[in-house]
């Protein structure tokens, strides 16, 4: 199953938006990050998270050309993202064991991202349940909170 990119469960979240960092070419869903006030697209299990973004990056020659629309990664905000591996990618399989556990988040080849089962000390997202109901789902959707500890919001 090819993964889908990571998003807000509610549609009816705020959207809001920011001055962009030159040269961004991520996707829809990526993981924002801060960088000296400008939104740019994170590296594998980022600190000071700010958001996801709702659309792909501008590619703008200069900062703060474009803004860049995203959902805040607040504490009351559930996101859905694939659940994967990436010691083994594309045979990442949900188990209940997997529900309140903390995990770190990646970005495929694809530019996709999505929570790495492989990853277990960075803590970035905590899974609480599965958008398929059930366990044992290979690339299963999962649903999570971001970790406060990772991003610039508090608790």
């Given at each position: 199953m090819?993964?889908?990119?990571?998003?807000?469960?509610?549609?009816?979240?705020?959207?809001?938006?920011?001055?962009?960092?030159?040269?961004?070419?991520?996707?829809?869903?990526?993981?924002?990050?801060?960088?000296?006030?400008?939104?740019?697209?994170?590296?594998?299990?980022?600190?000071?998270?700010?958001?996801?973004s709702?659309?792909?990056?501008?590619?703008?020659?200069?900062?703060?050309?474009?803004?860049?629309?995203?959902?805040?990664?607040?504490?009351?905000?559930?996101?859905?993202?694939?659940?994967?591996?990436?010691?083994?990618?594309?045979?990442?399989?949900?188990?209940?064991?997997?529900?309140?556990?903390?995990?770190?988040?990646?970005?495929?080849?694809?530019?996709?991202w999505?929570?790495?089962?492989?990853?277990?000390?960075?803590?970035?997202?905590?899974?609480?349940?599965?958008?398929?109901?059930k366990?044992?789902?290979?690339?299963?959707?999962?649903?999570?909170?971001?970790?406060?500890?990772?991003?610039?919001?508090?608790?």
């Amino acid at each position: 199953m090819p993964r889908q990119a990571m998003r807000p469960v509610d549609l009816r979240v705020d959207i809001l938006s920011a001055p962009e960092l030159a040269s961004q070419t991520f996707k829809k869903g990526a993981v924002l990050i801060d960088s000296g006030g400008f939104l740019k697209e994170a590296g594998a299990d980022p600190n000071n998270i700010v958001g996801v973004s709702v659309e792909k990056g501008h590619n703008s020659s200069a900062n703060g050309d474009n803004v860049i629309k995203y959902v805040p990664c607040t504490p009351k905000v559930l996101f859905e993202a694939t659940f994967d591996d990436s010691a083994d990618l594309g045979n990442g399989t949900t188990a209940d064991t997997d529900i309140n556990k903390e995990y770190g988040i990646a970005k495929d080849s694809d530019g996709k991202w999505y929570i790495d089962k492989s990853e277990t000390t960075a803590g970035t997202i905590r899974i609480q349940a599965f958008r398929d109901r059930k366990s044992g789902i290979k690339q299963g959707r999962v649903l999570g909170y971001f970790s406060m500890d990772r991003t610039i919001y508090e608790a």
